[in-house]
T-cell receptor
């Protein structure tokens, strides 16, 4: 289930299940969205991106969905593995200039 | 992609002192940015490091507290001045191209006592 921790919301999933991480963005002018994965003690790592002229994009085991009507972004991870345990951030780029704003993040815990 | 090296990776500092963090990129990049990540929180943009001109600071961050240098297209420094415990954070250097994703260094974890 999902719960709000001291700082970051946490999502716990069983290994092998699918994970869905949600994000609400704030600026309707944002035209580029990115998901990052941050493992403990490391910098954020790019996972997948999507532009505002699309509503779905698939990568290897990951899918990003964009709903511009309600300003919502989601990251789906298929067959979640222990190595997927990390904090996931959505980020939005506001109009060409490379100024990226990050969401609050979700901690994904994979239960073996 | 770009390989970004930050130094120091971590440090413990005394209140009132200053620390300079270095960021070296393995290729020339137009855009370099400095972010702060407080414990258990998200990333907040401090400033854009501009080559050949003064950095552009975000609301809530000022040059006197966070002076930035960008002497060329592969290197930048961020100084955290007159530190207090509230400055304990991870400071992250990132680079990117306009319209593309950002790449991050491993971060510099700063603890102020």
């Amino acid at each position: 289930g999902e719960s709000v921790g001291l700082h970051l919301p946490t999502l716990s999933v069983q290994e092998g299940d699918n994970s869905i991480i949600n994000c609400a963005y704030s600026n309707s002018a944002s035209d580029y969205f990115i998901w990052y994965k941050q493992e403990s003690g490391k910098g954020p790592q790019f996972i997948i991106d999507i532009r505002s002229n699309m509503d779905k994009r698939q990568g290897q085991r990951v899918t990003v969905l964009l709903n511009k009507t309600v300003k919502h972004l989601s990251l789906q991870i298929a067959a979640t593995q222990p190595g997927d345990s990390a904090v996931y951030f959505c980020a939005e780029n506001r109009g060409g200039y490379q100024k990226v704003t990050f969401g609050i993040g979700t901690k994904l815990q994979v239960i073996p | 992609s770009a390989v970004i090296s930050q130094k120091p990776s971590r440090d413990i500092c005394q209140r009132g002192t200053s620390l300079t963090i270095q960021c070296q990129v393995d290729s020339q990049v137009t855009m370099m940015f400095w972010y702060r990540q407080q414990p258990g929180q998200s990333l907040t943009l401090i400033a854009t490091a501009n080559q050949g001109s003064e950095a552009t600071y975000e609301s809530g961050f000022v040059i006197d507290k966070f002076p930035i240098s960008r002497p060329n297209l592969t290197f930048s420094t961020l100084t955290v001045s007159n530190m207090s415990p509230e400055d304990s954070s991870i400071y992250l250097c990132s680079v990117g191209q306009v319209g593309g994703e950002l790449f991050f260094g491993e971060g510099s974890r700063l603890t102020v006592l």
